[in-house]
């Protein structure tokens, strides 16, 4: 182990080269040296893999209802991402160089469409920088020292080196899709420091089920499904059965359900599994059962010699319309409001590893209105490491990009601004 000579003066160090660490290191304003610390071989490589590779980077609708916590951060996470909000992030990375555009459903995209362009974007900021980037850098120790930390970074997998830094910003993610380097390690460095954390469980994931209509249902993907999901909600003290319901996408696997109305309830449902979740499918939302019921006698009648599993064919995807009709064993009335509400007991979700965001993370009673660590002055946090979590749809992002931005801002405050305005 040595000490690096060269690094001993630094001011402030970022850990983790995420969208946070990224938006922090190039909106930092004061001319005093800082470090960023990337584990991975290079920085962004989960920003460059956002929105199916698309990179949706925030939505034009984001509220305090968009955002989760355990430890009671809503308010404070609608505080932020109001002061560094949607047109906010757009003029950054506009000022940035990017093109951005918007979807029908107000998210928002590098106008290539390609997530590497907000990579490249922050990249590009950083380059007019004084910020000295070391990737294949792992922060494996912080430690508390005179007028700021010791810092023990682990490069290329082996060497260590101790560097003293006055302010630490820990940016290290969360701990679910562990390829991109956030696999929950990092939590323990603030843990030494006496933070603790909330529960943890992944978001944004697909759902497992055992309804023995998944075989036949696989790979099936139903447009604009009205989906429901009903569960227990214990917040009050006692049990109540509490209902979420939201249209879009819905597609069977053989392990269960996913797409996009399964991604935005399961911010709902991952930690409540235990308890019992079953979803409610209609899969013909602008019509009433009585309506679907007639159309089925009809139906029937113009043409008996037609099997009844075929009846519903024509009216939903032929394999969902065999499915609800095996299901409602040829009745016609219960075909309808099967149609209607075609039940799934939710019994897990896919795992760490197929989920985009951690729920859950650094208790956010811990930190200050600046995300600074109230147990270890000139520590601070921002992103995905805190018990924020986004809606499906660009939230996150905002929330890394917000976070970061407004510890920016107290460190500046800390050091005085030498640089011009973004
Ligand atoms: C496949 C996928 C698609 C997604 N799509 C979207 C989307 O379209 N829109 C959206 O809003 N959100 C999306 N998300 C979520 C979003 O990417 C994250 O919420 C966001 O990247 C969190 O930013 P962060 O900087 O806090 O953490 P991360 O981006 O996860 O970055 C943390 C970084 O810290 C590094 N690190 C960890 N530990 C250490 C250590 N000890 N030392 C040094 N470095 C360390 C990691 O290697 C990593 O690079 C997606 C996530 C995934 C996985």
Redesign the pocket.
Known sequence: MRYNVDMDKIKTAI?????????LASALKNDEKTVL????ER?????S????G??????LGVTKEQYFSFSGGEARAKEIVTRYDDASLCEYFENAGLLLITDERG?VYPAGRQ?SALTDALRNLLSTRKVEVCTK????EIENAQGGFVIT??KDGTETEKVFAETVVL????T??RS????G??YA?AQKFGHTLTPLFPS?VQLKSDAKELKSLKGIRVPDAMVTAIYTDFSSGSPRQRSVRLKGDIMFADYGVSGDSIFRLSPFLTHRLQDGVVLSIDFLPTFKENHIYQSLVKKQAQFPNLPTSELLCGFVNNQVGRAVMKRAKGDLQIAARTVKAFTLVITGHLGLDS????KGGIRMDEVDENLQSKKQKGLYF?????DI??Q?????????YS??RTVAAAIDQKYGKGRGQV
């Open positions: 850990i983790g080269g995420g969208a946070a660490g990224l938006v610390f990337e584990r991975g920085v962004g490589k989960k920003l893999a956002t929105g199916n698309q990179g949706n980077v925030t939505n998210r997530a850098s792992r922060v494996i970074v682990q940016c290290a993610g969360g679910v899709a991109f380097g956030t696999d390690s990092a460095l944004l989920a985009q965001v951690t921002a992103g995905e490491i805190l979590d986004g499906c749809g660009g939230y996150n992002l905002q929330w890394a976070s970061a």
